[in-house]
Each structure stands twice: as C-alpha cells, then as structure tokens.
C-alpha cells in the first residue's frame, strides 16, 4: 500500500522522454512485447515524475504541487497517491533503498 510519508525511486527499468510536449514512459530491459506498455503523462504525473528522486517523500512532493498549481493539499494527496499506485503497478517506481531485478 502507498502512503503519502513513504519514500519512492525511479525504477531502472523505466525511462522518461519528452515528446512532441508529452511525458512519456518507455520501459527499458524488457521483452520486444513489452514496448507496447507506453505510458504518457499529463502535466502533473510528468511534475510528480519529476520530483520522484528517493529522497523526497510523497508528502513533500504533495507540499510541492500545492504550491506550483495551486490546488488543495487533499486533491494534491489524492493525485500523488493515485499515480504513485500506478507507477508501483508498472514498475516504474519502488521504495527507496530497494532494487529490482529486470
């Protein structure tokens, strides 16, 4: 389970690209079959993206967004949680301090 104190890294095995004004992420060190996971990411995701370092929690990138777009601390929350579940699930980000294996 996600939680907003919690501590999160970029996985190796995802890369980020910046197409035609669109976040995009390709994973890397994978089958042929698994280029077709593409995923793009809106101005926000490609933000929280950004601020992923595994050295900010998700609640200091959440104080970030807040900040930047102007939003409420609990809509903030809530965006950052969902995306950060989406990105476990593709394993496009892990806890810090963890590795994975490809």
């Given at each position: ?23 995009v ?20 995701a490609?933000?929280?993206?950004s ?52």
């Amino acid at each position: 389970m996600i939680e907003i104190n919690q501590v999160y890294q970029k996985s190796a095995d995802m890369v980020y690209r910046e197409i035609v004004g669109e976040g995009v992420l390709v994973p890397i060190r994978r089958s042929v079959g698994d280029f077709e996971s593409i995923f793009t990411l809106n101005e926000t995701a490609a933000r929280i993206w950004s601020l992923v370092d595994g050295q900010r929690s998700l609640a200091e990138i959440c104080q970030a967004l807040t900040r930047e777009f102007e939003i409420e601390t609990a809509e903030a929350e809530t965006d950052i949680l969902e995306l950060a579940s989406q990105l476990k699930q593709i394993g496009a980000i892990h806890l810090a301090g963890l590795t994975t294996v490809a």
